[in-house]
């Protein structure tokens, strides 16, 4: 049913951008993660849920870019903290491009520099918009940044937001998407003809899961493979959806 693939295609989001309900500051907002930044986007462009999710407050806590400062930013040179590398590195290696992908060290360090001040307002500060996603100009490193070869010169929230855009419309994002989709719906080892022509179709429509998803579940490969069963809470649902057992 639609309901079910759509459901099927939050579980997958969410496992790709995952954040922890074990972190204490993650727990309370990992719900409104899922529902503010992967439901909107799951049958949109990849670009808009990549930019959802990196600056999405659970994201930002999660993995310490909320405590990012610039080593030449105001805050830096008053406070002497440091740059953090964890949104950054995970980014690049996990949510677009891949391991071992072509990137270096240095473009994790750029890149963190570019994301710093993405941070979240302190709710005892302000009581309307406290825990919503802020851009701290005061953390932001300063001037120009080189990520994968590509100089951005604009300062600001503007230049992590083109450097989201630059990876989320690069050839290893849209084989690494693909690879993953294919693992999740068809096999641990996926046909690789099904493989490049969902990169293909990511490819050529700009990151549109909607076409990528029916790419996906039209495909030969896709109804011929047995290797993937339901998780157990797939079956659990599915046996209490049948049954129509109450959920308590």
Same mark, same amino acid.
């Given at each position: 049913?639609?309901?079910?693939?759509?459901?099927?295609?939050?579980?997958?989001?969410?496992?790709?951008?995952?954040?922890?309900?074990?972190?204490?500051?993650?727990?309370?907002?990992?719900?409104?993660?899922? &529902? $503010?930044?992967?439901?909107? =986007?799951? %049958? /949109?462009?990849?670009?808009?849920?990549?930019? @959802?999710?990196? *600056?999405?407050? !659970?994201?930002?806590?999660?993995?310490?870019?909320?405590?990012?400062?610039?080593?030449?930013?105001?805050?830096?040179?008053?406070?002497?903290?440091?740059?953090?590398?964890?949104?950054? &590195? $995970?980014?690049?290696?996990? =949510?677009? %491009? /891949?391991?071992?992908?072509?990137?270096?060290? @240095?473009?994790? *360090?750029?890149? !963190?520099?570019?994301?710093?001040?993405?941070?979240?307002?302190?709710?005892?500060?302000?009581?309307?918009?406290?825990?919503?996603?802020?851009?701290?100009?005061?953390?932001?490193?300063?001037?120009?940044?080189?990520?994968?070869?590509?100089?951005?010169?604009?300062?600001?929230?503007?230049?992590?937001?083109?450097?989201?855009?630059?990876?989320?419309?690069?050839?290893?994002?849209?084989?690494?998407?693909?690879?993953?989709?294919?693992?999740?719906?068809?096999?641990?080892?996926?046909?690789?003809?099904?493989?490049?022509?969902?990169?293909?179709?990511?490819?050529?429509?700009?990151?549109?899961?909607?076409?990528?998803?029916?790419?996906?579940?039209?495909?030969?490969?896709?109804?011929?493979?047995?290797?993937?069963?339901?998780?157990?809470?797939?079956?659990?649902?599915?046996?209490?959806?049948?049954?129509?057992?109450?959920?308590?």
């Amino acid at each position: 049913s639609d309901l079910g693939l759509v459901e099927r295609l939050v579980w997958f989001w969410s496992n790709h951008f995952c954040v922890s309900a074990d972190k204490g500051p993650t727990r309370p907002i990992c719900g409104a993660f899922e &529902r $503010e930044a992967i439901r909107p =986007h799951v %049958l /949109g462009k990849f670009s808009d849920m990549l930019l @959802a999710v990196e *600056t999405h407050p !659970a994201m930002l806590l999660y993995l310490d870019n909320a405590t990012s400062v610039g080593p030449n930013s105001v805050a830096g040179l008053r406070r002497g903290k440091g740059l953090n590398e964890n949104l950054a &590195r $995970e980014t690049l290696e996990l =949510h677009t %491009l /891949g391991v071992r992908t072509g990137y270096t060290q @240095a473009d994790v *360090t750029n890149f !963190a520099k570019v994301i710093t001040g993405w941070t979240v307002r302190p709710p005892r500060r302000d009581a309307e918009h406290g825990g919503e996603f802020w851009f701290n100009e005061r953390m932001h490193e300063p001037g120009p940044q080189t990520v994968i070869g590509k100089i951005y010169r604009e300062d600001g929230f503007a230049q992590g937001r083109d450097v989201l855009e630059t990876l989320a419309h690069q050839p290893a994002t849209a084989k690494h998407i693909a690879t993953k989709l294919a693992i999740h719906f068809v096999a641990d080892t996926p046909p690789p003809p099904l493989v490049e022509r969902l990169a293909k179709r990511f490819r050529d429509t700009g990151g549109d899961l909607l076409q990528m998803t029916r790419t996906l579940v039209t495909a030969p490969e896709a109804w011929q493979s047995r290797d993937k069963l339901k998780k157990p809470g797939e079956w659990t649902m599915a046996a209490m959806r049948a049954s129509g057992l109450p959920v308590h």
